[in-house]
Every structure is written in structure tokens, then in C-alpha cells.
């Protein structure tokens, strides 16, 4: 790029649109450290007792009816804020998608929900990713589905995590754009849909001179959906996803994907999808590869 740009040479990359960057023995440690601090100090919260997870375990943020927040721009600013952030903290991602799609009329509890998810940051502000030196290049995921969990719209919440080697590169939390009939259904969808992020991350590997010949596995906790994956005949229940039962068999045959069972309790994508209890919540996020580099061992 210098041949064609004038462009100056600032060194190692450490601080950039407020993500730091620092390396190690382990590899190459991505945090927001600075911009959380900012969050919690703009919120008022510095003093704030922390919290262990980000939301409440049974919630109903999509049905409350109470009254409307006094300041809905403040509300907007913050969950604006908190989307960035998700960059660097899969933990958010969840709770995150859900309060950007209560913008339009923010309840008082729709605040006080985005509060807690600062008081969870105020103990955990240190915490990014690290993407380790010792991963080899093959490409793992993980994609799980809560079937009909929005009350508004009985759509199904998914998520998906890909691994490059050890490092999490990639996840996302994401409504579905129809309503499933059955939770295989919700789990097969989730499952076409992480396939094309997979085919996407392979044509950029690519583009990097890494070739990626070896199937690439899908771990799902859903037996019914992996069924479907791998029987070639269409049953009356399942021909309204014809078109992903193709894609991702056909994605099989051509060994470029494999499935995998997993148990729903090792299932990396299962906060994506849901709030989940404390101790499985913790479990879940240490297994995503999220440190915290600024306390002691």
C-alpha cells in the first residue's frame, strides 16, 4: 500500500478507535479497557457494586409494558455504545441485541436492564480476547438456537462461534427472519445460516494464502436437526426448509462441513441465545477465551 499511498510508519499497532492491542507469549490480546471505563464513568457508576452477569436469568425486557424512560436519548446513546463494545465481548452480545431493539420506546425497566449490563462491566472491564500464536488455521463452529423465545413475535433467537484453531474469531447473536413450526426447525435454520459465514471465512482464508481442504466441523446440541442434515429424504415436515436442508447437505457431500453432536452444557453458543444461570453463564464465557490481562495470575 506505501507504493501507492503516502503513508507513515507508526510501528506496532496499540491503541486504535479505542481497542488496545498488546502481545505477548500467548499470542496477540484485543481489550476495550479504556472505552468500558468511559462507559461506567459517563453512567455515573464508578462507585457501583459490581455484578456477575449481565442480565437476570428470567427476564421479560420484550413484554414490559411499564412506563416510558424520561430520557430515551440517553438510553440510545448508551446501547449505542455497548454495541461497540460487543466487538471485543461475545459475554455482551445477547443482552446487547436485545436492548437495540427496544430503541424506539425505552421503558424505565428497559434502563434499568441497561444499567445492570454497567454494573457487569464495572467487574469485568479488563476482559478481551486473546487470539493465540499456537492456534493452527482450521475452522471450527458452534451455532445454537432458543427456539420462539421472542414473546412479540414467537421468532427464535440464534447464535453462532467460530474458531480459528483455539481463537474465537467470530459469533453473533441474531433474530430469525420467520417463525420456526419446531425447535429442529430453529436449529436447522441456525445452522444454514452459520454454514455461510463458514463458506465466507473460508474464501477469506483464501485471499490469505491459507487453504482450508480438511471439512470443517458444526457442533449443534440438537439430534432432530443433525437427522435432517444427514437423511436424504424429505419429510412433510420438513419441506418448507427445503431450500437450507439442501444447502447444508449439500455442503456435507462435498466435504466441506461435517456435524457434530455436542452436550447443550458445552455448547459455546448457548449464551448467545439466552440468559443463562450464574455458574453456567461463567462456565460458558471462560471456555469463550475471554481474559483479563490486567489482574495477576
Aim: charged share 25%; aromatic share 10%.
Amino acid at each position: 500500500m506505501s507504493e501507492c499511498f503516502h503513508m507513515k510508519d507508526l510501528g506496532p499497532l496499540k491503541f486504535f478507535l479505542g481497542i488496545e492491542v498488546s502481545r505477548g507469549k500467548q499470542g496477540i490480546y484485543i481489550s476495550q479497557r479504556k472505552y468500558t471505563l468511559d462507559i461506567i464513568s459517563e453512567c455515573g457508576l464508578v462507585g457501583a457494586q459490581p455484578i456477575d452477569t449481565p442480565m437476570e436469568q428470567n427476564h421479560a425486557l420484550a413484554k414490559v409494558d411499564g412506563e416510558l424512560y424520561s430520557n430515551p436519548s440517553r438510553y440510545r446513546r448508551l446501547v449505542g455504545r455497548l454495541v461497540y463494545l460487543a466487538l471485543t465481548r461475545p459475554d455482551l452480545s445477547y443482552i446487547v441485541h436485545l436492548l437495540a431493539q427496544l430503541l424506539a420506546e425505552p421503558r424505565q425497566r428497559h434502563w434499568e436492564a441497561a444499567v445492570r449490563v454497567v454494573k457487569y462491566l464495572k467487574g469485568t472491564c479488563g476482559q478481551g480476547i486473546l487470539f493465540s500464536k499456537d492456534s493452527d488455521l482450521h475452522l471450527d463452529a458452534y451455532c445454537d438456537s432458543d427456539y420462539n423465545s421472542c414473546p412479540k413475535t414467537r421468532r427464535s433467537f440464534f447464535g453462532y462461534v467460530v474458531l480459528l484453531g483455539k481463537s474465537h474469531i467470530c459469533w453473533k447473536t441474531k433474530k430469525q427472519k420467520t417463525v420456526s413450526m419446531s425447535s429442529a426447525e430453529a436449529e436447522y435454520k441456525a445452522m444454514a445460516f452459520t454454514y455461510q459465514e463458514i463458506n465466507w471465512l473460508k474464501e477469506l482464508l483464501l485471499l490469505f494464502q491459507v487453504p482450508h481442504s480438511e471439512p470443517i466441523t458444526l457442533h449443534c446440541d440438537n439430534k432432530a436437526a443433525l437427522y435432517i442434515a444427514a437423511n436424504p429424504v424429505f419429510h412433510e415436515r420438513t419441506k418448507h426448509i427445503e431450500k437450507d436442508c439442501h444447502f447444508v447437505r449439500d455442503g456435507i457431500k462435498e466435504g466441506i462441513l461435517s456435524t457434530k453432536h455436542i452436550r447443550t452444557i458445552e455448547q459455546l453458543a448457548d449464551f448467545l441465545t439466552k440468559a443463562l444461570k450464574r455458574q453456567q453463564f461463567l462456565y460458558l464465557f471462560r471456555k469463550m477465551g475471554v481474559h483479563d490481562f490486567h489482574l495477576p495470575p
